[in-house]
């Protein structure tokens, strides 16, 4: 529930080491490819550069000896190169530079699953948008009813919504997938003139993009992508909040897909609890906390400050687990979401034609001044709340309402399903729009 088995393979110990030693292969390549390492041992850290060659208990062992992040498996890699081949791995490099582009592999692999599962919850979306572009419903301001909407309506603005964060997340792709390979300082100073280009071919290889400068405390990238997680979970977390208010047994509209043999609870047996909506506002809360917790690793100190980067090693990948989940979570509501079109338009009718005020309002303004409209709106509606009667017996007891306006217009503007604005168009543009950007899937 609050992780997919995709996107744990992406960040599971055995796939962030062999992302290491995929940094360290392609920063061997590029060196031998610039002349500043045999080819002969580049070749072989490249061939031996396979984390199922390596003793993992044995790269543990090391770690808690040295206290060092990255030095058990330069040893135990260097064991499976051989003399020869080992003394040119991590040539010039410092372990940040290995750490932040292998994290950097992840995040790419991670973005992509964001995105594959992102694009097919806006597909479900687009189709169930389309069909419910007429469904009337209530529109609620205040947490009050305030005027008649369609389904497809309330749909196409979370639709608009997911496909603004879907485009934040491709722009974030090529500001932000960018890997690191500057030295201790950041200067290149061990690779002398060549330092740039052994970056910029060694991020070739990898398949991210080069720094114009080090990163190695500039932390603004992580940050943004942590950020833009918390956003899709803000997304998110609101139409689970709406379809979690709309299932309420008082309301009864719109009810998550409920799987046989699906218990409630423990001791209700009837119940049928939103736990799809649960769980998306729980894990979009984490993510926001963990955006804040990427904005503070950008304060560090000097050249490099572990005291803060650390924390990215918790929350990366712990943040894209979540919102894969998140992700899910929305998929399973949208594919298997109820629509109670009965109870919906039963609802139109709840406050016996206040819904319609509004309508009614500019049904007397072809008679009289709006203001004067308004007022005598008002005073029949407030007399019909308290009452519990209907808005047009109220109006209609009123002698100059009755005297200029006909009856039958009023009652015609009573009617919700004639009120909905543009409702269905602005559907169609939604749908327009996101068929564009989605292409055929």
């Given at each position: 529930s609050a992780s997919t088995p995709k996107m744990r393979a992406v960040f599971e110990e055995k796939a962030r080491l062999q992302a290491w030693m995929d940094v360290e292969a392609a920063l061997a390549l590029a060196q031998a490819d610039l002349g500043v390492v045999p080819k002969e041992a580049a070749q072989k850290i490249n061939d031996c550069a396979k984390i199922d060659l390596l003793d993992l208990q044995a790269i543990k062992?090391?770690?808690?000896?040295?206290?060092?992040?990255?030095?058990?498996?330069?040893?135990?890699?260097?064991?499976?190169?051989?003399?020869?081949?080992?003394?040119?791995?991590?040539?010039?490099?410092?372990?940040?530079?290995?750490?932040?582009?292998?994290?950097?592999?992840?995040?790419?692999?991670?973005?992509?699953?964001?995105?594959?599962?992102?694009?097919?919850?806006?597909?479900?979306?687009?189709?169930?948008?389309?069909?419910?572009?007429?469904?009337?419903?209530?529109?609620?301001?205040?947490?009050?009813?305030?005027?008649?909407?369609?389904?497809?309506?309330?749909?196409?603005?979370?639709?608009?919504?997911?496909?603004?964060?879907?485009?934040?997340?491709?722009?974030?792709?090529?500001?932000?997938?960018?890997?690191?390979?500057?030295?201790?300082?950041?200067?290149?100073?061990?690779?002398g003139k060549k330092g740039m280009e052994i970056q910029s071919r060694t991020m070739e290889?990898?398949?991210?993009?080069?720094?114009?400068?080090?990163?190695?405390?500039s932390r603004d990238r992580v940050a943004d992508l942590m950020a833009l997680l918390g956003l899709l979970g803000g997304t998110?977390?609101?139409?689970?909040?709406?379809?979690?208010?709309?299932?309420?047994?008082?309301?009864?509209?719109?009810?998550?897909?409920?799987g046989k043999g699906q218990v409630g609870s423990s001791t209700m047996p009837h119940k049928r609890n939103p736990i799809h909506s649960e769980w998306i506002i729980v894990l979009a809360r984490s993510l926001r906390a963990n955006a804040v917790q990427a904005m503070e690793v950008m304060i560090q100190e000097n050249e490099r400050d572990a005291s803060a980067w650390k924390t990215e090693w918790i929350i990366?990948?712990?943040?894209?687990?979540?919102?894969?989940?998140?992700?899910?979570?929305?998929?399973?509501?949208?594919?298997?979401?109820?629509?109670r079109k009965t109870r919906m338009e039963k609802n139109t009718h709840l406050l016996k034609g206040l819904l319609l005020s509004e309508a009614v309002m500019f049904v007397l303004a072809d008679a009289m001044p709006l203001p004067e409209a308004h007022e005598r709106v008002y005073e029949a509606s407030m007399k019909a709340f308290e009452k519990e009667t209907n808005l047009l017996d109220e109006l209609l007891k009123d002698p100059e309402v009755k005297r200029l306006c006909d009856p039958k217009k009023i009652a015609e503007a009573m009617n919700a399903a004639n009120y909905t604005g543009l409702s269905a168009e602005t559907v169609a543009i939604v749908k327009r729009k996101v068929e564009a950007k989605l292409g055929k899937g």
């Open positions: 062992a090391r770690g808690k000896v040295t206290g060092h992040s990255l030095v058990g498996l330069l040893g135990e890699f260097r064991t499976v190169l051989g003399k020869e081949a080992a003394g040119f791995l991590h040539f010039g490099a410092t372990t940040q530079d290995i750490i932040d582009s292998g994290q950097m592999i992840c995040v790419k692999n991670a973005v992509a699953v964001i995105e594959e599962q992102l694009t097919a919850a806006m597909r479900t979306l687009l189709t169930l948008m389309d069909e419910h572009s007429r469904t009337l419903m209530v529109g609620r301001t205040h947490g009050q009813q305030a005027l008649p909407i369609t389904l497809g309506f309330k749909m196409a603005i979370w639709l608009d919504e997911l496909s603004r964060q879907r485009d934040r997340l491709l722009e974030a792709k090529k500001r932000d997938l960018v890997g690191n390979m500057t030295g201790a300082v950041g200067t290149f100073a061990s690779w290889i990898l398949g991210l993009g080069a720094p114009d400068t080090c990163w190695h405390s998110a977390a609101r139409i689970a909040t709406e379809v979690y208010n709309l299932s309420k047994t008082e309301f009864g509209e719109l009810e998550e897909p409920i990366v990948p712990e943040s894209f687990v979540m919102a894969s989940a998140v992700l899910q979570h929305l998929q399973s509501i949208f594919s298997g979401l109820v629509v």
